[in-house]
């Protein structure tokens, strides 16, 4: 059987708490705690590949009315269609990812959908949390759709990228390593041009040399797949 091995800081989940008992607030110390925070909800997915696991996206978990949510990206669970799609929710242990599946829908190809939203209404045993590596659902609460203007505000994504999430075949042992990405939103103007609705979506622009590693390093982002 094959680890996983999870390089996270330690962190505490209440990041309001904390910060709302300092008077004055350092933006790069809220970055950094946000970062944190969000990898405990995020997970890298994995199919097989010749017997090894093979990153195939990052998704995280929402919990809404007693019920949980995987969300990831819809070409990642075009993947489900032929393969197993799992993750880990202890340092040897696998759960598929199994649940009803919604897509967002495309007219001539995934590469036309730019939403490309995926979720998983999940089922069966061992559902979130997962406290042997750090993992957790995050309250649907939290997420805040409507909340206007998207000018103006520090946006920070969490994800797993494949070229730095490799097997190592003489350890058996999978490096989850997360990297993450901050930045502020496009003019809400500009959003009608790819086909978003600010009430609805969050589009940021892509600026590869702002990027932090699981360290906390900034370091140029992987280039994104999919």
């Known amino acids: 059987s094959h680890e996983v091995r999870q390089l996270l800081a330690p962190v505490s989940l209440d990041v309001r708490r904390r910060l709302s008992k300092s008077r004055k607030i350092d933006l790069a110390a ?105 993992k957790y659902p995050m309250d649907a609460k939290y997420l805040r759709p409507n909340h206007r203007p998207r000018e103006g505000k520090n ?10 999430n490799r097997f190592d075949v003489v350890k058996n042992v999978v490096n989850a390593l997360p990297y993450a990405y901050r930045s502020d939103s496009i003019p809400e103007n500009e959003y009608s041009k790819y086909g978003a609705n600010p009430d609805k979506h969050i589009v940021l622009p892509l600026d590869r040399k702002v990027g932090f590693d699981s360290s906390g390093r900034r370091v140029n982002i992987p280039r994104p797949e999919g």
């Not at 978990?61 to 990206?73: E, K, P, S």
């Not at 946006?155 to 730095?164: A, F, M, N, Q, R």
């Open 155 to 164: 946006y920070v994504i969490v994800g797993y990228p494949h070229s730095k």
């Open 30 to 134: 809220v970055i950094d705690e946000a970062i944190a925070t969000l990898t405990h909800f995020s997970v890298p997915l994995y199919r097989d590949e010749r017997g090894r696991p093979f990153l195939s996206g990052t998704g995280f978990f929402i919990r809404l009315n007693g019920d949980v949510y995987f969300v990831t990206a819809a070409h990642v669970l075009d993947l489900a269609d032929d393969a197993r799609l799992y993750f880990y929710s202890g340092p040897k242990t696998l759960r598929d990812l199994t649940g009803k599946r919604i897509r967002s829908k495309y007219a001539e190809s995934r590469k036309s959908d730019l939403i490309d939203i995926g979720i998983v209404k999940m089922s069966g045993h061992g559902l979130p949390p997962y406290p042997e590596v750090e």
